[in-house]
């Protein structure tokens, strides 16, 4: 997770959300718990095929300590996981962060904040491809981080479209030292690497989010955690030219406390074509909030918080992104409340307000502890999700999560 700068800015904000803080009629079961031969700290999103099978990360652990690629498979005697990848932390990478993603032909994508090569200590990380023969998953390097122009720190999980091109950020690094967003294209089994947008810490704001990035009809959309008009982060549009270039676009600077502060996650977009997301500080408490940003006719967008994190009971601190059900319910965690571990959190739109409810407070061991990412639902509605601690060893877990 990128550095948490205490920055907060004044600017008011109509608040419409309620709190319940209640517990309902929900399930949450560890459906594997980590060891660190087999991973450790899993600070990765999910991805799920269209198999049921579970992709992720751990940061630790595997038969290097520099980290794991993992799958989790469903069998009648329950969930069984296999290590797809141990990272050495040498010219592989080490530390992956965050998940992988997965193309059209199975093969998953993913970086890894340490490792490659670079002037930086430890490495300055890389981007990777693991490919499926058999059985057998191979690990390919398709861009080492230099620390220079290109970035370095690669924390973010990638974006794949339909052509097989990666999109990702760095956090750190590029020509103002605040990071980079990034092109990777396939050409003929060489990788082209391409900076599309260089993060200035101003108006653009830096630092880009751990969040994938969205892609939708050509355009990508993300957030940058810091920087911006006001210091607290900002939410942007990259849009492709003719001539190969991208015009970035910030749609959102966040003000910082009553509004939020400081986006991690990545944006859930709606049918609406509303974003939906969560901030680490900022609402009406301090301690983090989920906003709404909406498109206007005129080309600009209008943000609002729909819930501010009130107390250590609801929760407080979100890095994650956000899922909805069938019913428009939106779903989130929070890495820190509850009982200390942080909890799942719901919340229901009703007449225009949303109305929060904490359906799950992680518990630690053999619960699940701290979750620093959000849930992946698969086809059948079932919701999972990772915590870096927790489980029987306190190495981090997988869960299920029934609404």
Request: hydrophobic share 30%; glycine share 18%.
């Amino acid at each position: 997770m990128n550095a948490l700068i205490r920055f907060k800015n004044l600017a008011p904000l109509f608040v419409i959300a309620l709190s319940l803080v209640t517990a309902t009629a929900t399930t949450t079961d560890v459906i594997f718990s980590f060891e660190e031969d087999n991973g450790e700290y899993a600070d990765t999103d999910l991805e799920v095929n269209s198999a049921g099978n579970i992709y992720g990360t751990t940061v630790l652990g595997g038969d290097h300590g520099g980290g794991t690629v993992f799958q989790l498979r469903s069998t009648a005697n329950g969930w069984v996981q296999n290590v797809l990848y141990s990272f050495t932390g040498g010219v592989d990478g080490g530390e992956p962060y965050k998940g992988v993603s997965i193309d059209r032909e199975g093969s998953l994508y993913g970086t890894a904040v340490t490792g490659g090569s670079g002037s930086c200590e430890g490495g300055c990380g890389v981007a990777y491809k693991l490919t499926n023969s058999g059985g057998t998953w191979t690990q390919t390097v398709i861009h080492a981080f230099t620390g220079g122009d290109d970035g370095s720190g690669p924390g973010a999980r990638v974006t794949v479209d339909r052509n097989g091109d990666i999109y990702g950020m760095t956090p750190t690094g590029g020509t103002y030292g605040v990071g980079t967003i990034y092109k990777i294209h396939p050409d003929a089994g060489t990788w082209d690497f391409q900076v599309i947008h260089t993060f200035t810490g101003g108006a653009d704001g830096s630092s880009g989010s751990a969040g994938r990035m969205l892609l939708n009809h050509g355009r990508l959309y993300g957030a940058a955690t810091t920087g911006g008009l006001y210091g607290s982060g900002v939410i942007f549009q990259l849009t492709p030219t003719p001539v190969g270039e991208w015009d970035f676009r910030t749609l959102y600077s966040f003000h910082g406390q009553p509004d939020g502060s400081f986006p991690y996650g990545a944006l859930l977009r709606a049918a609406s074509g509303k974003f939906y997301g969560t901030t680490y500080y900022g609402g009406r408490n301090g301690i983090g909030a989920v906003y709404e940003l909406s498109p206007r006719p005129t080309g600009e967008w209008r943000e609002r918080v729909i819930y501010s994190f009130q107390s250590a009971n609801d929760g407080n601190s979100p890095i994650s992104n956000l899922v909805s059900d069938a019913a428009g319910n939106l779903y989130g965690t929070t890495s820190e409340g509850g009982l200390g571990s942080g909890v799942i959190f719901k919340l229901s739109p009703t007449g225009g307000q949303w109305t929060e409810s904490v359906v799950h407070e992680f518990a630690g061991p053999p619960d699940g502890g701290f979750s620093y990412n959000g849930m992946v639902v698969d086809r059948f509605g079932n919701f999972y999700g990772a915590t870096v601690h927790g489980g029987t060893d306190n190495d981090g877990s997988v869960y299920k999560f029934t609404p």
